[in-house]
Nanobody
Framework: EVQLVESGGGLVQAGGSLRLSCAAS????????IGWLRRAPGKEPEGVSY????????YYTESVKGRFTISSDNPKNTVYLQMNSLKPEDTAVYYC????????????????WGQGTQVTVSS
């Protein structure tokens, strides 16, 4: 069974850090781009970051550059999102997603999705 399971969300003060984890199973990890998208209350879904499992190439949306870092532990089929210098506007449900096509993932149409993990940043 294909599964993506997120963990690591929580409540943190502005300026703090969290590390999200996405554990993947049931598909060939190396064939996929794995990424994170988020949805804040009343907002449209937003792509945050993705990583190519094949070559390690990463991409970030402008608002998180320099603060967030995505990484992949391929033997463990796990992707991480290290979030530093968190801001209240980062508050959202963060979803892990996987697809063979990066554009599909970024557009929110990934083949596979996790259930999401809540990140709340207080001011």
């Amino acid at each position: 069974e294909v599964q993506l399971v997120e963990s690591g969300g929580g409540l943190v003060q502005a300026g703090g850090s969290l590390r999200l984890s996405c554990a993947a199973s049931g598909f060939s990890f190396d064939d996929y781009v794995i990424g994170w998208l988020r949805r804040a209350p009343g907002k449209e879904p937003e792509g945050v970051s993705y990583i190519s499992s094949r070559d390690g190439i990463t991409y970030y949306t402008e608002s998180v550059k320099g603060r967030f870092t995505i990484s992949s532990d391929n033997p463990k089929n796990t992707v991480y999102l290290q979030m530093n210098s968190l801001k209240p506007e980062d508050t959202a449900v963060y979803y892990c997603a996987a697809d063979t096509v990066p554009l599909k993932l970024w557009a929110g149409h990934s083949d596979y999705w996790g259930q999401g993990t809540q990140v709340t940043v207080s001011s």
